[in-house]
């Protein structure tokens, strides 16, 4: 089973490279060693007067990489730095981070009109679609080679794009030639989520998701609650709960949460989402109600069986809407990366 990709640094850069009028650099972790606050593939845009968006390491080498930057941009090419911070001494770069690891990273210039620009937004709009995108990222060899570029499928090693399934990423480092070597990486779309249920409560868990980048649609059989002013950014869907199916197509969503806190519509939800291949459904509420949602489906609640997870939410102690739905993009988050959502180290 293949995990959803849950970097969105490209979606980000990408959306501030498009309000930019000048040049800026495209910074990309091209390989790690050690303990790292980011891995490969992770990407930050860097801009003239030194405005980052995004981080590739927790704060530790930004300021010295805006330096790296300036001169890259100044000098109008691609070049390639590389830290190591594994020795205790790592004052050697003036950091002192004390982050037991190492990184390559690759800057660029990047102009919001020129080629790669242009080829990474087609590519995003791609990957908004549904298709995996491929970049491939030059990081060792001639000056003039340095950069990235987006791969046509017909130039990716044979059953690259299969391997990548449609919820996952798939890499690995090619030896091109004697002396340069590129880095392919195939994105997979981001995990779709769903939320079935348009109530007050949905507002606060589709901003923490949407905060994330993560692609939400909200679906409600009542006008009132349709409304995009309430949901920014979230696909919007207007139809009764057992025309779910009809409207959506089920089989892109990688999670459900159902919580229309109407009854009849609940079930609906169910039944509808038993017989698709959504991997996981939440359903919100006490253990008793869905006991009763449960027997109210009859024998479509076998289709739910390892699928539905019933109070949705992390067991943190949640008593507000906002807490509640910090618990259920919390779980989502962790599924979607292949977390148990258990404390991430020793306690004391």
Not at 51 to 79: F, V
Not at 146 to 168: C, D, I, M, N
Not at 262 to 273: A, I, Q
Not at 318 to 327: K, N, R, S
């Amino acid at each position: 089973m293949f995990l959803p990709r849950l970097d969105t640094s490209l979606e980000a850069l990408l959306e501030r490279l498009s309000a930019l009028h000048e040049p800026a650099i495209l910074a990309t972790l091209v390989a790690t060693a050690g303990s790292t606050y980011r891995k490969a593939g992770a990407r930050m845009l860097i801009e003239a007067d030194g405005r980052l968006t995004g981080l590739l390491s927790g704060g530790c080498l930004e300021h010295d990489l805006r330096e790296y930057a300036r001169a890259a941009l100044a000098a109008g090419c691609a070049r390639v730095v590389e830290y190591d911070l594994r020795n205790a001494d790592d004052l050697l770069y003036g950091i002192g981070a004390g982050c037991e690891g190492a990184m390559c990273i690759l800057l660029e210039p990047i102009d919001p009109s020129g080629t790669l620009a242009t080829q990474l937004r087609a590519a995003a709009s791609g990957l908004a679609a549904g298709t995996p995108a491929a970049l491939a990222m030059t990081f060792r060899g001639d000056a003039d080679a340095l950069g990235t570029r987006v791969l046509p499928a017909a130039e990716l090693p044979a059953g690259t794009l299969a391997r990548s399934g449609s919820f996952t990423r798939f890499t690995e480092t090619l030896p091109v030639g004697d002396e340069q070597e590129t880095w392919i990486q195939v994105l997979a779309p981001l995990p779709r989520m769903l939320v079935c249920g348009a109530g007050p409560d949905a507002e606060p868990l589709v901003t923490l998701l949407r905060s994330l980048r993560l692609p939400v649609t909200v679906s409600d059989h009542r006008p009132a609650y349709v409304d995009p002013s309430r949901f920014p950014g979230a696909t919007l869907s207007l139809g009764s709960a057992d025309s779910l199916g009809e409207r959506l197509p089920l089989a892109t969503f990688f999670a459900a949460v159902v919580m229309s806190h109407h009854l009849g519509s609940d079930e609906s939800y169910l039944r509808v989402l038993a017989a698709s291949a959504v991997a996981h459904v939440g359903l919100l509420g006490p253990r008793p109600r869905r006991e009763r949602l449960l027997a109210a489906l009859g024998a479509d609640a076998q289709r739910l069986r390892g699928r539905l997870r019933g109070p949705v939410g992390l067991d943190i102690g949640a008593v507000t809407p906002e807490g509640i739905a910090l618990a259920i993009a919390a779980e989502l988050h962790a599924l979607a990366a292949g977390r148990s959502g258990v404390p991430a180290g020793p306690r004391g």
